[in-house]
């Protein structure tokens, strides 16, 4: 199956600050979704993103499928922005692949 | 806005009770899905469901069984519940056209003693 590594593992910021979170992925896809975990265990829906690139107020998401990686970046960071950050590779028919994710904290 | 609810947000068992865990979606959606959340391990998939009364094993299918008789809803059944089944149950529900953008519901924290 589609091996899913994502970086930093972890990452601590200031609010105010700028991110970017990097995905990469090891066979084509045919779609590519960011979701933000919440700290109650929502999943919430960031970008369904196979190609190209999307913005999304202060969120963008860039992937690049010749190459295999995905990007998100997050401006002027806030506290509410705290939780997991998965990117998620899926198969035609649906079948998404998760990795470990990347935990991000804002410190007031 | 897409929908998708469960039936608790918490749930507390005793080994060897029968568990069932609803998901109702409200977008028409043809494809339906029942992930398992664990510490270290990530987001599992358990089954799926592509039509009515239609099912597929996901990655870690032993000790349930699912149920889908409408198209809006998808049961999660674990026949004789056992501690090593205590986890968060995440649902989630697709289309099946090209645009398959998965959509989660709330979890059930579910605790077997």
């Known amino acids: 199956g589609i091996q899913v590594e994502q970086s930093p593992p972890d990452l601590i910021l200031q609010e105010g600050a700028n991110s970017t979170l990097r995905c990469n992925f090891s066979?084509?896809?045919?779609?590519l979704q960011w979701f933000h975990q919440n700290p109650w265990g929502q999943l919430i829906n960031l970008f369904y993103i196979p190609s190209g690139t999307k913005q999304n107020g202060r969120l963008s998401a860039t992937t690049v499928a010749t190459e295999r990686y995905s990007l998100l970046y997050i401006s002027s960071s806030q506290t509410t922005d705290s939780g997991v950050y998965f990117c998620?590779?899926?198969?035609?028919?649906?079948?998404?692949?998760f990795g470990q994710g990347t935990i991000l904290t804002v410190h007031p | 806005d897409v929908k998708v609810t469960q039936s608790s947000r918490y749930l507390v068992k005793r080994t060897g009770e029968k568990v069932f865990l609803e998901c109702v979606q409200d977008m028409d959606h043809e494809n339906m899905f029942w992930y398992r959340q664990d510490p270290g391990l990530g987001l599992r998939l358990i089954y799926f469901?592509?039509?009515?009364?239609?099912?597929e094993k996901g990655d870690i299918p032993e000790g349930y069984s699912v149920s889908r008789e409408k198209k809006e809803r998808f049961s999660l059944i674990l026949e004789s519940a056992s501690t090593n089944q205590t986890s968060m149950y995440l649902c989630?529900?697709?289309?099946?056209?090209?645009?398959?953008?998965?959509?989660f519901g709330p979890g059930t924290r579910l605790t077997v003693l």
């Open positions: 469901s592509y039509d009515v009364k239609m099912k």
């Open positions: 066979d084509s896809v045919n779609n």
């Open positions: 998620v590779p899926g198969t035609s028919y649906g079948k998404l692949t």
């Open positions: 989630a529900s697709s289309t099946s056209g090209t645009n398959n953008e998965q959509f």
